[in-house]
């Protein structure tokens, strides 16, 4: 065959698309700023299909129904199998001080609220969205274990059971005829009761959040907002962060992803938004509504002669303490953390054990100054080994059970793998949960005289300022704070 003269040319042309096209795709691509307009970068809402003549049925379990979704959704059980919420565990890292990687998440790490999961796995995984995690040996790689209801269900009656059964009651076929974008319901149905109820974890989710007035939420309540709305989402990645289970701000969502930093008309006010973040203004209180568990008591569990009351005790959780409209705990924060507790960690149980400590401090120019709800609980150690310990609450031989601390203690030992002696104590605990919901319209925000001046809820030195910097000067300025 006669080679034409214009080859060169065409081999130019491949060999510049061979070096070229993979630059292209792999440089990392410049931010695009956001738009002046908050509205003009919250996502839109593209119109759901209407799958009642879709889904046929009859089906008779949950697995079934996920069957039937990958028919036609084939990509989305490898895209949530990859996310948290599916999970339950970070990715792997490397902390200083710690001989290998390790994982934290729902699925190993311990807490101060119900202590965690493992041994406990039916009850706590009725939030899980997956089906049938029952015990160490549930199957992360089976596509139909996977629940699709329990974030698309638009019927308003699929209810979760343990080991995240659907409860008997569930007519499968309706409710998977009127799946749609998830809603407040199926957010809040988990995210609103973590911990065992209504508002117990968290200082700034609970039910109220479901048909919120403005005053208590004015995303929610005057603009309509669903949580994917903030929590926008891509290949069923949502993105949020909570410190309770994880170490940095990965995947975390920002006021900014929407408002632009100097969107305030007072230039005094803007320049406090490299150092204060935007809830620490726009969430004044805490609870507003719903009182959330600011302290829990394990040690008097299991009492006879303590009269039960949801709010002040439970025989099976112990002593309680709840408030409402509480004024946060302010702190400096750069998105990750500090110290976390990993199940081994030796303690003093003199001193109270923060869980999850919040990164940050004064000369850190990435920190800002952060609300925090900080819940703390006295729970159970090993008083030989100085480590805490995760009991066995659920099931056979569970503390719920038998009411037996030892029992139940050794039991959750041989689960986890830790070390128990034998002998056991109480001590006290503390975790920082981050307050950045129920956000209130500019008229209600913090004003100047609440922070400064000698009423103000700022305890400045604590904070490693000299004094109020309305009199010494802002962090960014020489000798206004303690080095």
Same mark, same amino acid.
Not at 84 to 103: D, L
Not at 197 to 220: C, Q, R, W
Not at 322 to 341: H, L, S
């Given at each position: 065959?006669?080679?034409?003269?214009?080859?060169?040319?065409?081999?130019?042309?491949?060999?510049?698309?061979?070096?070229?096209?993979?630059?292209?795709?792999?440089?990392?691509?410049?931010?695009?700023?956001?738009?002046?307009?908050?509205?003009?970068?919250?996502?839109?809402?593209?119109?759901?299909?209407?799958?009642?003549?879709?889904?046929?049925?009859?089906?008779?379990?949950?697995?079934?129904?996920?069957?039937?979704?990958?028919?036609?959704?084939?990509?989305?059980?490898?895209?949530?199998?990859?996310?948290?919420?599916?999970?339950?565990?970070?990715?792997?890292?490397?902390?200083?001080?710690?001989?290998?990687?390790?994982?934290?998440?729902?699925?190993?790490?311990?807490?101060?609220?119900?202590?965690?999961?493992?041994?406990?796995?039916?009850?706590?995984?009725?939030?899980?969205?997956?089906?049938?995690?029952?015990?160490?040996?549930?199957?992360?790689?089976?596509?139909?274990?996977?629940?699709?209801?329990?974030?698309?269900?638009?019927?308003?009656?699929?209810?979760?059971?343990?080991?995240?059964?659907?409860?008997?009651?569930?007519?499968?076929?309706?409710?998977?005829?009127?799946?749609?974008?998830?809603?407040?319901?199926?957010?809040?149905?988990?995210?609103? @009761? !973590? $911990?065992?109820?209504?508002?117990?974890?968290? +200082? %700034?989710?609970?039910?109220?959040?479901?048909?919120?007035?403005? /005053?208590?939420?004015?995303?929610?309540?005057?603009?309509?907002?669903?949580?994917?709305?903030?929590?926008?989402?891509?290949?069923?990645?949502?993105?949020?962060?909570?410190?309770?289970?994880?170490?940095?701000?990965?995947?975390?969502?920002?006021?900014?992803?929407?408002?632009?930093?100097?969107?305030?008309?007072?230039?005094?006010?803007?320049?406090?938004?490299?150092?204060?973040?935007?809830?620490?203004?726009?969430?004044?209180?805490?609870?507003?509504?719903?009182?959330?568990?600011?302290?829990?008591?394990?040690?008097?569990?299991?009492?006879?002669?303590?009269?039960?009351?949801?709010?002040?005790?439970?025989?099976?959780?112990?002593?309680?303490?709840?408030?409402?409209?509480?004024?946060?705990?302010?702190?400096?924060? @750069? !998105? $990750?953390?500090?110290?976390?507790?990993?199940? +081994? %960690?030796?303690?003093?149980?003199?001193?109270?054990?923060?869980? /999850?400590?919040?990164?940050?401090?004064?000369?850190?120019?990435?920190?800002?100054?952060?609300?925090?709800?900080?819940?703390?609980?006295?729970?159970?150690?090993?008083?030989?080994?100085?480590?805490?310990?995760?009991?066995?609450?659920?099931?056979?031989?569970?503390?719920?059970?038998?009411?037996?601390?030892?029992?139940?203690?050794?039991?959750?030992?041989?689960?986890?793998?830790?070390?128990?002696?034998?002998?056991?104590?109480?001590?006290?605990?503390?975790?920082?949960?981050?307050?950045?919901?129920?956000?209130?319209?500019?008229?209600?925000?913090?004003?100047?005289?609440?922070?400064?001046?000698?009423?103000?809820?700022?305890?400045?030195?604590?904070?490693?300022?000299?004094?109020?910097?309305?009199?010494?000067?802002?962090?960014?300025?020489?000798?206004?704070?303690?080095?």
């Amino acid at each position: 065959m006669k080679l034409s003269k214009y080859n060169w040319l065409i081999g130019l042309v491949k060999t510049t698309a061979i070096i070229v096209i993979p630059i292209i795709i792999f440089l990392p691509k410049a931010d695009i700023p956001i738009s002046a307009d908050p509205w003009e970068n919250v996502p839109l809402r593209i119109p759901h299909i209407d799958h009642t003549e879709i889904i046929q049925g009859p089906f008779e379990t949950g697995p079934e129904v996920t069957r039937a979704c990958l028919e036609c959704h084939e990509e989305s059980a490898g895209q949530v199998m990859s996310t948290a919420h599916w999970t339950w565990e970070s990715q792997p890292y490397y902390i200083e001080g710690r001989e290998g990687p390790v994982t934290v998440g729902k699925k190993n790490s311990i807490n101060n609220f119900c202590i965690g999961i493992q041994g406990n796995w039916p009850g706590c995984t009725s939030c899980h969205a997956g089906y049938g995690w029952e015990d160490a040996n549930f199957d992360f790689t089976q596509e139909d274990q996977i629940d699709c209801l329990v974030c698309h269900d638009n019927t308003g009656t699929y209810v979760k059971g343990a080991s995240g059964i659907p409860v008997e009651e569930v007519n499968l076929l309706e409710v998977a005829q009127s799946v749609a974008l998830p809603t407040r319901e199926n957010c809040g149905s988990c995210h609103f @009761n !973590g $911990g065992g109820g209504n508002a117990v974890k968290h +200082g %700034d989710l609970d039910e109220t959040l479901y048909f919120p007035p403005s /005053n208590v939420d004015i995303h929610m309540g005057e603009h309509d907002f669903l949580c994917t709305d903030c929590h926008q989402t891509e290949d069923h990645n949502i993105m949020g962060r909570s410190i309770s289970v994880s170490l940095d701000d990965a995947n975390q969502i920002y006021c900014t992803d929407c408002h632009t930093q100097d969107l305030h008309d007072d230039d005094r006010i803007n320049a406090h938004v490299d150092s204060v973040a935007c809830q620490t203004c726009h969430i004044p209180n805490a609870a507003t509504r719903d009182a959330t568990k600011m302290y829990w008591d394990w040690s008097t569990a299991g009492s006879d002669e303590i009269e039960e009351s949801l709010h002040t005790y439970l025989k099976i959780k112990g002593s309680f303490v709840y408030e409402d409209n509480f004024t946060p705990v302010y702190g400096w924060y @750069n !998105g $990750g953390v500090a110290e976390r507790y990993i199940l +081994g %960690d030796t303690i003093n149980p003199a001193q109270i054990t923060s869980i /999850n400590l919040p990164a940050g401090n004064i000369a850190d120019s990435s920190s800002k100054l952060f609300p925090f709800k900080v819940h703390l609980a006295k729970q159970p150690y090993d008083t030989t080994n100085n480590i805490l310990l995760q009991p066995k609450t659920y099931g056979e031989g569970g503390f719920w059970t038998e009411f037996d601390w030892d029992l139940a203690l050794q039991l959750g030992s041989d689960i986890t793998g830790v070390d128990y002696s034998g002998d056991y104590g109480f001590t006290e605990t503390e975790m920082y949960w981050p307050t950045t919901h129920m956000v209130k319209s500019a008229t209600e925000a913090l004003t100047c005289d609440q922070c400064h001046g000698p009423d103000g809820r700022m305890d400045w030195e604590a904070l490693g300022y000299y004094g109020d910097p309305i009199e010494w000067g802002g962090r960014f300025q020489s000798n206004s704070y303690q080095p």
